[in-house]
């Protein structure tokens, strides 16, 4: 095994003198610094990443912090992610927060002592921003995926929220519905509060009242929503939805599972649709009507967005990707 006595040996250094070029010491010469590195680089001195790193500055380690792994769609943009980071020479290191900021933060917390290149990161929300703080503080480069936080500036790739929402509205609208519920995410997250809003307004374009009662928020994760639709059912007749617009897929699969246990027939009795498509589940699929999400693309473009960064070839400025949904229209909204 080399050690650094064979470095300095080779390079009629000291030791020391070595340790100091290893640990980016300014005490040493240029001219030193480099017939040192070109020595270690010769012996293929230390081969532990985060040792070698010390010379190169960089460890080729990249992070991915999703919400939720367990969610298909975070499942899909992971893979995109990694095929990137892959095909570019990054190894990629995946954190799983389970929607808690807490547990984002020790995420972050382990990537900066492990000097990762970058993180690509969905936040948990807005509490997320002192998280994202420490990132910007110690100068690690990370880019916005799914979701953002305001007043932290970043590269972003994401969904159309907006447009994804008039789409499955418009849709529902077309087949007669009047009274549709929003089963929502958290308000503190991004991409639930702009789903909330172009929520309100698509019902305004179509001449539809807002109803308080049809605006529910609760969270993304996998859950029983019993009694959400059994409050949203209990409702009077003339006050009861006759369409449920789900904010994930977690929230529309689990909402059919609520409306069989009360059987309730879907789409005869109530309709239901959603944002991305889940995984085939037997008895549902194919059967949900969704807005399906290029979640792999998703990944895939923000981990080119955040090596380019890394490797200093991004410009200047922040950028902005928004990718448009395909609505699939199938037998959960379709009236016969």
């Known amino acids: 095994m080399v050690t650094i006595y064979d470095i300095a040996k080779k390079a009629n250094v000291s030791p020391m003198t070595v340790s100091r070029v290893i640990n980016n010491s300014p005490s040493i010469s240029e001219k030193t610094r480099k017939k040192v590195e070109e020595i270690i680089q010769e012996l293929d001195y230390i081969p532990n990443k985060q040792a070698r790193s010390l010379i190169s500055k960089e460890t080729k380690l990249v992070s991915l912090v999703i919400s939720d792994i367990s969610n298909p769609f975070f ?93 499955l509205v418009a849709h529902l609208v077309e087949q007669g519905h009047r009274r549709i519920t929003l089963i929502n ?18 019902l305004t374009l179509n001449g539809l009242e807002m109803s308080p009662e049809l605006l529910i928020e609760t969270h993304f994760r996998q859950d029983n929503f019993s009694d959400i639709v059994r409050t949203l059912i209990n409702l009077s007749p003339s006050g009861r939805p006759t369409a449920i617009l789900a904010a994930n897929n977690f929230i529309g699969v689990n909402t059919l599972r609520a409306l069989r246990e009360m059987n309730l027939r879907v789409p005869e009795d109530i309709a239901v649709a959603c944002f991305d498509d889940p995984e085939p589940i037997p008895d549902y699929n194919p059967f949900l009507t969704v807005a399906a999400q290029p979640a792999y693309d998703m990944g895939y473009m923000g981990m080119q967005m955040l090596i380019e960064r890394i490797e200093g070839t991004a410009p200047s400025s922040n950028r902005k990707v928004v990718l448009p949904s395909q609505l699939i229209v199938r037998k959960s909204t379709m009236r016969s």
């Not at 995420?107 to 002192?130: E, F, H, M, Q, R």
């Not at 958290?186 to 698509?202: C, G, I, M, Q, Y």
């Open 75 to 167: 499942t899909n943009l992971a893979r995109g992610a990694e095929d990137k980071a892959l095909q570019a020479g990054y190894q990629l290191l995946l954190g799983n927060t389970d929607e808690q900021t807490d547990k984002e933060s020790r995420y972050i917390d382990l990537l900066l002592s492990t000097k990762v290149d970058g993180v690509l990161i969905a936040p948990t929300g807005d509490p997320s921003l002192a998280n994202l703080r420490k990132l910007a503080k110690r100068r690690v480069p990370f880019v916005f995926v799914d979701r953002y936080v305001d007043g932290i500036a970043a590269d972003l790739v994401m969904g159309d929220n907006a447009e994804t929402t008039r789409k």
């Open 185 to 202: 995410g958290p308000d503190t997250v991004s991409n639930a509060r702009e789903r909330r809003l172009a929520f309100t307004d698509a």
